[in-house]
């Protein structure tokens, strides 16, 4: 069945045989080829480009984006909403669900059939995984997930990978080490996903009750990947060319003295820095408490403040591309 409105919207075709972008949910990075992320990369250097030159541009003029969010968000709602409006578009922010009538008891099906009324395309952020999956089926517009509970967060995924591409000018051939809460930190779930499409090498560094899930863990064994868990930061700091630090998710655990036990696990310091290879990058998807010290914010390698930016230009770029103007 095809859906019109101002978005094509392809409904039960395999993402593999749709055209493009145009008119595709972003549910999971699962969906992406490689030439998917060299296009997607392409579109987000020329935003770069355009935002530096001249701010701003009128490609989606007359586009609506629905912004709407079902857990707090401050870089993920704001750089979809300033990516929107730097593309001439404009935006309905839904930011406490608490003042829409979803405290009412609206289902989510309904909710997103309304939005689906009077934007264009969608972005959510749920707790709850699979949501926008679920939220895709009932929507005739685009669904763009922002994050669903522990499970995925595929935009966050794209830019860390253009973030590596872009401080280390390759992917393939690097050693990359995920740090801290690994179990439900739900950007490492993208971005270990999109990493098993290239040649990396990978080390999960956790305390135990944080480990990567173990489908994920196969998931990119079967993909070919060489796949190495550690508690030790020790063991990776001196050979690691992306160092990628997560925040343990206060909010995911049922049991406040598991989390008690494992917050303070691990913290990046300049002495731990001064161990670290030349080359390489430190990267946080932020927000950060703890896990990585302030003096650290000067130190060259440190990009996690490049990375939030280039989000906004990721995010350019998918919107454009599922509205059919890239
Ligand atoms: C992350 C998230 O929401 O999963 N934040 C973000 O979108 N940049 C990471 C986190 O909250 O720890």
Redesign the pocket.
Known sequence: MALVGSGRKVVGLAPERQHGFYGRDIVSVRQFTRDDLTYIFGVSDEMRSLVRRVGATDLLKGHILANLFY?P?T??FASFAAAMQRLGGSVIPIHGVQYSSVSKGESLPDTIRTLACYADVIVL?HPDVGASEIAARYSAKPIIS??DGVGE?PT?GLLDLYTIYSELGTIDSLRVAMVGDLKH???VHSLARLLRMYQTELTFVSPEILRLPSELKCELEEAGRTVIETDSVESIIGTADIIYV??V?RERFEDMREYEAVKDCYEITTELMARAKHRMALMH???RVGEIHYDVDDDPRAAYFRQ?ENGMYIRMALLAAVLGKA
């Open positions: 857990e968000s870089r993920t952020r922002a994050g967060h966050q930190g739900r950007t997560t925040r998710q998807p932020l927000p939030m």
